[in-house]
């Protein structure tokens, strides 16, 4: 697999096929996204919103979800806007979403399955945070983007005149709502 992706890229470089991607650092459109790793949503998320190269940051993770107030995706968030201009701040969560009911204890399951020692799962639950808890899933979509929202909007190092928005995106038109509890 990595020798495939090795010499496509050797083609990519030598055939000079970057220069219709080429921008900047700065995000033309001054946004910062925070949707789900899907892969269902890699191109078609910047097209259904309209988005080309360079025109926003887009930080992905399992489930679009910031479930600390000063773990990686707010530091990123708190980048993009002191470092990197950006004033909106868009989380996009999507129907069907593979994190949705996650059983935190099947994960772990898995785990053991594949060689991952009791005492370490053990240590970590006693040491670290709840695993069953940390590796659970969502039970509604709307439900886990306004507590994202929620959360980035009490970040105290964010500036209040961000604006931050929560969209739900159906994976397979790309048609997007508000989430029902920011409607209010």
């Known amino acids: 697999m990595l020798k495939h ?14 220069e219709e991607y080429h921008t900047d650092k700065y995000p033309s459109k001054k946004i910062a996204i925070l949707s789900c790793m899907d892969t ?7 097209a259904a919103l309209g988005l080309k190269n360079g ?6 993770n399992a489930g679009a979800q910031i479930l600390h107030p000063y ?8 980048v993009a806007v002191y470092e990197l201009g950006v004033e909106h701040i868009i989380v996009i969560g ?7 009911e996650l059983d935190g204890n099947v994960m772990i399951s898995h ?11 053990d240590r970590i639950n006693q040491e670290e945070c709840n695993l069953e808890h940390w590796l659970s899933g969502f ?3 709307d439900h886990s983007v306004c507590s994202t929202v929620r959360h980035i909007k009490e970040c105290t190092l964010l500036p209040p005149e961000i ?4 969209l739900i995106m159906n994976p397979v038109t790309g048609e997007v709502r508000e989430a029902d509890h920011l409607k209010e």
Do not use: W
Not at 5 to 18: A, M, P, Q, R, T
Not at 71 to 78: E, P, Q, R, Y
Not at 95 to 100: K, V
């Open 94 to 100: 999507h129907d069907d979403c593979g994190i949705q």
């Open 55 to 60: 025109d926003a940051k887009i930080i992905k």
């Open 111 to 121: 785990m053991l399955k594949r060689g991952i020692p009791q005492a370490e799962i």
């Open 5 to 18: 992706i090795l010499d496509y890229n050797k083609e990519f470089v030598e055939g000079k096929l970057y």
């Open 163 to 166: 604006n931050v928005y929560g």
């Open 139 to 141: 039970h509604n979509i």
């Open 71 to 78: 773990g990686s995706i707010m530091k990123s968030l708190l």
């Open 40 to 46: 269902r949503l890699t191109h078609l998320l910047p």
